[in-house]
Protein backbone atom coordinates (compact mmCIF):
# COMPACT_ATOMS: atom_id res chain seq x y z
CA UNK A 1 0.00 0.00 0.00
CA UNK A 2 1.09 3.28 -1.00
CA UNK A 3 2.31 5.25 2.07
CA UNK A 4 1.92 8.39 0.58
CA UNK A 5 -1.40 9.19 -1.21
CA UNK A 6 -2.02 12.04 -4.09
CA UNK A 7 -4.84 13.59 -5.24
CA UNK A 8 -6.30 14.01 -7.70
CA UNK A 9 -4.31 12.35 -10.16
CA UNK A 10 -4.84 14.93 -12.58
CA UNK A 11 -6.23 18.72 -12.58
CA UNK A 12 -7.12 21.16 -15.68
CA UNK A 13 -6.86 24.80 -14.76
CA UNK A 14 -7.73 27.65 -16.39
CA UNK A 15 -5.08 30.50 -16.82
CA UNK A 16 -5.49 32.55 -13.99
CA UNK A 17 -7.11 29.99 -12.05
CA UNK A 18 -6.39 28.13 -8.53
CA UNK A 19 -5.07 24.31 -8.55
CA UNK A 20 -5.43 22.48 -5.43
CA UNK A 21 -3.43 19.82 -4.54
CA UNK A 22 -3.89 17.30 -2.06
CA UNK A 23 -1.55 14.82 0.03
CA UNK A 24 -2.06 12.68 2.85
CA UNK A 25 0.60 9.90 4.53
CA UNK A 26 -0.39 6.83 6.15
CA UNK A 27 2.43 6.47 8.25
CA UNK A 28 2.13 8.55 11.50
CA UNK A 29 5.70 8.39 11.47
CA UNK A 30 5.95 10.77 9.25
CA UNK A 31 7.74 14.28 10.35
CA UNK A 32 8.78 16.43 7.31
CA UNK A 33 6.92 16.57 3.27
CA UNK A 34 7.86 18.53 0.72
CA UNK A 35 6.52 19.38 -2.63
CA UNK A 36 8.42 18.90 -5.55
CA UNK A 37 7.85 20.20 -9.15
CA UNK A 38 8.38 18.09 -12.67
CA UNK A 39 8.38 19.92 -16.06
CA UNK A 40 7.86 17.03 -18.50
CA UNK A 41 11.14 15.48 -19.59
CA UNK A 42 13.08 17.31 -16.67
CA UNK A 43 14.50 16.00 -13.42
CA UNK A 44 12.23 17.27 -10.12
CA UNK A 45 12.75 20.09 -8.30
CA UNK A 46 11.92 21.39 -5.00
CA UNK A 47 8.82 24.22 -4.30
CA UNK A 48 8.59 24.22 -0.91
CA UNK A 49 9.03 22.17 2.45
CA UNK A 50 7.02 22.07 5.35
CA UNK A 51 7.05 20.67 8.99
CA UNK A 52 5.10 22.78 11.28
CA UNK A 53 1.26 22.75 11.59
CA UNK A 54 -0.19 25.91 9.76
CA UNK A 55 0.46 27.50 6.41
CA UNK A 56 3.71 28.86 4.30
CA UNK A 57 3.48 31.11 1.22
CA UNK A 58 5.88 31.85 -0.62
CA UNK A 59 4.68 34.02 -4.22
CA UNK A 60 1.59 32.36 -5.48
CA UNK A 61 2.07 28.91 -3.79
CA UNK A 62 0.52 28.16 -0.55
CA UNK A 63 1.25 25.05 1.58
CA UNK A 64 -0.84 23.52 4.85
CA UNK A 65 0.13 20.83 7.00
CA UNK A 66 -2.42 19.56 9.53
CA UNK A 67 0.19 17.28 11.17
CA UNK A 68 -3.07 15.43 13.52
CA UNK A 69 -4.32 14.58 10.08
CA UNK A 70 -1.27 13.79 8.30
CA UNK A 71 -2.33 15.71 5.22
CA UNK A 72 -0.60 18.52 3.40
CA UNK A 73 -1.86 20.61 0.27
CA UNK A 74 -0.65 22.68 -2.09
CA UNK A 75 -2.23 25.91 -3.56
CA UNK A 76 -1.42 27.50 -6.37
CA UNK A 77 -3.22 31.19 -7.57
CA UNK A 78 -3.37 32.87 -10.71
CA UNK A 79 -1.86 29.63 -12.37
CA UNK A 80 0.34 29.91 -15.25
CA UNK A 81 1.04 27.74 -18.17
CA UNK A 82 4.61 27.51 -16.80
CA UNK A 83 2.91 26.02 -13.86
CA UNK A 84 1.57 22.71 -16.12
CA UNK A 85 3.81 19.93 -14.57
CA UNK A 86 3.40 16.59 -12.31
CA UNK A 87 3.71 17.46 -8.95
CA UNK A 88 4.93 15.35 -6.53
CA UNK A 89 4.59 14.98 -2.85
CA UNK A 90 7.37 13.60 -0.76
CA UNK A 91 7.40 12.41 2.92
CA UNK A 92 10.24 11.52 5.15
CA UNK A 93 9.68 8.96 7.79
CA UNK A 94 11.11 9.52 10.99
CA UNK A 95 12.37 5.97 11.50
CA UNK A 96 15.50 7.58 13.74
CA UNK A 97 19.00 7.41 13.34
CA UNK A 98 20.48 8.92 9.97
CA UNK A 99 18.34 8.00 7.59
CA UNK A 100 16.88 10.41 4.77
CA UNK A 101 14.46 8.43 3.11
CA UNK A 102 11.52 10.02 1.39
CA UNK A 103 8.54 8.62 0.06
CA UNK A 104 7.15 10.04 -2.70
CA UNK A 105 3.08 9.57 -4.32
CA UNK A 106 2.56 9.05 -7.16
CA UNK A 107 1.99 12.94 -8.10
CA UNK A 108 -0.66 15.02 -9.88
CA UNK A 109 -0.53 16.00 -13.57
CA UNK A 110 -1.43 19.53 -13.78
CA UNK A 111 -2.30 21.01 -17.38
CA UNK A 112 -2.80 25.00 -17.25
CA UNK A 113 -5.26 26.03 -20.15
CA UNK A 114 -5.20 29.42 -22.17
CA UNK B 1 23.17 26.11 -7.72
CA UNK B 2 23.57 23.03 -6.54
CA UNK B 3 25.36 20.67 -9.67
CA UNK B 4 24.47 16.65 -9.82
CA UNK B 5 25.27 14.77 -13.34
CA UNK B 6 24.67 11.63 -14.76
CA UNK B 7 26.01 9.58 -17.42
CA UNK B 8 25.15 8.48 -19.47
CA UNK B 9 22.02 10.15 -20.49
CA UNK B 10 20.74 7.18 -22.27
CA UNK B 11 21.46 3.45 -22.25
CA UNK B 12 19.96 0.79 -24.32
CA UNK B 13 21.01 -2.87 -23.03
CA UNK B 14 20.44 -6.22 -23.46
CA UNK B 15 18.24 -8.60 -21.08
CA UNK B 16 21.32 -10.33 -18.79
CA UNK B 17 23.74 -7.93 -19.11
CA UNK B 18 25.57 -5.80 -17.06
CA UNK B 19 24.70 -1.91 -16.79
CA UNK B 20 26.12 0.66 -14.69
CA UNK B 21 25.12 4.49 -14.37
CA UNK B 22 27.38 7.10 -12.94
CA UNK B 23 26.25 9.74 -10.28
CA UNK B 24 28.84 13.11 -9.60
CA UNK B 25 28.28 16.01 -7.16
CA UNK B 26 29.77 19.09 -6.83
CA UNK B 27 27.69 20.10 -3.82
CA UNK B 28 30.04 18.75 -1.59
CA UNK B 29 26.65 16.83 -0.47
CA UNK B 30 26.74 14.00 2.37
CA UNK B 31 23.75 12.59 1.37
CA UNK B 32 23.14 10.49 -2.02
CA UNK B 33 20.31 8.61 -3.69
CA UNK B 34 19.14 6.69 -6.54
CA UNK B 35 15.64 6.60 -7.57
CA UNK B 36 13.66 5.12 -10.48
CA UNK B 37 10.62 6.38 -12.36
CA UNK B 38 8.26 4.65 -14.67
CA UNK B 39 6.58 6.96 -17.27
CA UNK B 40 3.91 9.44 -16.02
CA UNK B 41 4.61 8.55 -12.06
CA UNK B 42 6.41 9.10 -9.07
CA UNK B 43 9.87 8.41 -7.67
CA UNK B 44 11.25 5.49 -6.24
CA UNK B 45 13.82 5.14 -4.27
CA UNK B 46 16.72 2.41 -4.67
CA UNK B 47 19.57 2.73 -2.67
CA UNK B 48 21.41 5.45 -0.90
CA UNK B 49 24.29 6.59 1.20
CA UNK B 50 24.91 9.29 4.18
CA UNK B 51 28.52 8.49 3.68
CA UNK B 52 31.66 7.39 1.29
CA UNK B 53 31.50 3.48 1.48
CA UNK B 54 28.78 3.11 2.72
CA UNK B 55 25.38 2.24 1.89
CA UNK B 56 21.96 1.47 2.20
CA UNK B 57 18.71 -0.09 0.61
CA UNK B 58 15.70 2.10 -0.18
CA UNK B 59 12.09 0.53 -1.01
CA UNK B 60 13.18 -1.28 -3.64
CA UNK B 61 16.43 -2.31 -3.59
CA UNK B 62 16.19 -5.99 -5.91
CA UNK B 63 17.94 -6.26 -8.53
CA UNK B 64 20.57 -3.70 -7.86
CA UNK B 65 23.62 -2.93 -6.18
CA UNK B 66 24.94 0.69 -4.98
CA UNK B 67 28.67 1.92 -4.89
CA UNK B 68 29.94 5.40 -3.05
CA UNK B 69 33.43 5.29 -3.55
CA UNK B 70 34.08 8.73 -2.51
CA UNK B 71 31.48 11.75 -1.54
CA UNK B 72 31.24 12.84 -4.81
CA UNK B 73 30.59 9.61 -6.12
CA UNK B 74 27.59 7.24 -6.35
CA UNK B 75 27.02 4.34 -9.38
CA UNK B 76 24.15 1.76 -9.36
CA UNK B 77 24.68 -1.40 -10.88
CA UNK B 78 22.39 -3.77 -12.75
CA UNK B 79 24.23 -6.57 -12.83
CA UNK B 80 21.82 -8.89 -14.78
CA UNK B 81 19.86 -6.35 -16.70
CA UNK B 82 15.69 -7.28 -17.36
CA UNK B 83 12.99 -5.67 -19.06
CA UNK B 84 11.32 -4.58 -16.04
CA UNK B 85 14.20 -1.82 -15.20
CA UNK B 86 13.40 -0.08 -18.47
CA UNK B 87 12.62 3.38 -16.32
CA UNK B 88 14.28 6.53 -15.88
CA UNK B 89 17.06 6.90 -13.37
CA UNK B 90 17.64 10.14 -11.09
CA UNK B 91 20.43 10.39 -8.58
CA UNK B 92 20.35 13.38 -6.04
CA UNK B 93 22.01 15.02 -3.29
CA UNK B 94 21.69 16.52 -0.33
CA UNK B 95 23.21 18.48 2.72
CA UNK B 96 21.52 16.20 5.16
CA UNK B 97 18.95 14.63 6.19
CA UNK B 98 16.26 17.63 6.79
CA UNK B 99 17.24 18.93 3.50
CA UNK B 100 16.55 20.02 0.02
CA UNK B 101 17.33 16.80 -2.39
CA UNK B 102 18.90 18.17 -5.78
CA UNK B 103 18.16 15.91 -8.80
CA UNK B 104 20.70 14.94 -12.12
CA UNK B 105 19.08 15.26 -15.05
CA UNK B 106 18.60 11.20 -15.07
CA UNK B 107 19.34 8.69 -16.93
CA UNK B 108 16.96 6.68 -19.60
CA UNK B 109 17.53 3.17 -19.38
CA UNK B 110 15.84 0.78 -21.70
CA UNK B 111 16.64 -2.87 -21.52
CA UNK B 112 15.51 -5.07 -24.37
Known amino acids: QQKVQQSPESLIVPEGGMASLNCTSS?????YFWWYRQHSGKSPKMLM?????GEKEEGRFTVHLNKASLHTSLHIRDSQPSDSALYLC??????????????FGEGTQVTVIS | EAAVTQSPRSKVAVTGGKVTLSCHQT?????MYWYRQDTGHGLRLIHY???????EKGDIPDGYKASRPSQENFSLILELASLSQTAVYFC???????????FGPGTRLTVL
Open chain 1, 27 to 31: DRNVD
Open chain 2, 92 to 102: ASSEGRSYEQY
Open chain 2, 27 to 31: NNHDY
Open chain 1, 49 to 53: SIFSN
Open chain 1, 90 to 103: AARMNTGGLSGKLT
Open chain 2, 49 to 55: SYVADST
